[in-house]
């Protein structure tokens, strides 16, 4: 399972970690991952952390935008922003990956990050 | 702009069969086994439906299938169902100087 911090709303600027915390499997033995979904738009694969070893991947397209990390003393994974910008205002699920991290298993329930001055 | 390219929207009634095709290149789905199918409800979070072209994880419905010729790979769903209206998305492990993974822009079914 799951478990992902609550909704969030922020001015431009400020910064941001959302969390997920996950229950019932080894964390440390599975990469989880991060996946935005802009209003009415697609899914996008953010990156993927294995917390045996912190071992991170992130996509082209929001490398050096965010930071993942994870915690493996209390089983969770983050999500951070150091400088919020409207454009970040999104849902974000966190997932945990099956096999390697080609494909997302389970789905956290999302959280709801909205950026407005 | 997705990699990968889905249909906007399919249609299909209760009861027919209908694929979602998912084209890539050369660097991802003609490549690599890791092409992945989710659906999503509206207000809901995905879930995975294929995995690894054309495996079902444990409990999924066997009217829910997937292939991959070429750079395209595809979603089948036979016995169509009023449940099965969604959006789904294909994704596809990148093997590039930095490794990932990307969704297509994702297809819009309607059961008529």
């Known amino acids: 399972q799951l478990v992902q911090s609550g909704a969030e709303v922020k001015k431009p600027g400020e910064s941001l970690k959302i969390s997920c915390k996950g229950s019932?499997?080894?964390?440390?033995?599975?990469?989880i991952g991060w996946v935005r979904q802009m209003p009415g738009k697609g899914l996008e694969w953010m990156g993927v952390?294995?917390?045996?070893?912190?071992?991170?991947r992130y996509s082209p397209s929001f490398q050096g935008q965010v930071t993942i990390s994870a915690d493996k003393s209390i089983s969770t994974a983050y999500l951070q922003w150091s400088s919020l910008k409207a454009s970040d205002t999104a849902m974000y699920y966190c997932?945990?990956?099956?096999?390697?991290?080609?494909?997302?298993?389970?789905w956290g329930q999302g959280t709801l990050v909205t950026v407005s001055p | 702009q997705s990699a990968l390219t889905q249909p906007a929207s399919v249609s299909g009634s209760p009861g027919q069969s209908i694929t979602i095709s998912c084209t890539g290149t050369?660097?991802?789905?003609?490549?690599?086994?890791?092409v992945s199918w989710y659906r999503q409800h509206p207000g809901k979070a995905p879930k995975l439906m294929i995995y690894?072209?054309?495996n079902r994880p444990s409990g999924s419905s066997n009217r829910f299938s997937g292939s991959k010729s070429g750079n395209t790979a595809s979603l089948t769903i036979s016995g169509l169902q009023a449940e099965d209206e969604a959006d789904y998305y294909c994704?596809?492990?990148?093997?590039?100087?930095?490794?990932?993974?990307?969704f297509g822009g994702g297809t819009k079914l309607t059961v008529l």
């Open positions: 997932a945990l990956c099956g096999s390697g991290y080609s494909y997302f298993d389970y």
């Open positions: 019932g499997y080894s964390f440390t033995n599975y990469w």
């Open positions: 952390i294995y917390p045996g070893d912190s071992d991170t």
């Open positions: 050369s660097s991802d789905v003609g490549t690599y086994n890791y």
């Open positions: 690894d072209v054309s």
């Open positions: 994704s596809s492990y990148i093997g590039s100087s930095t490794p990932h993974v990307v």
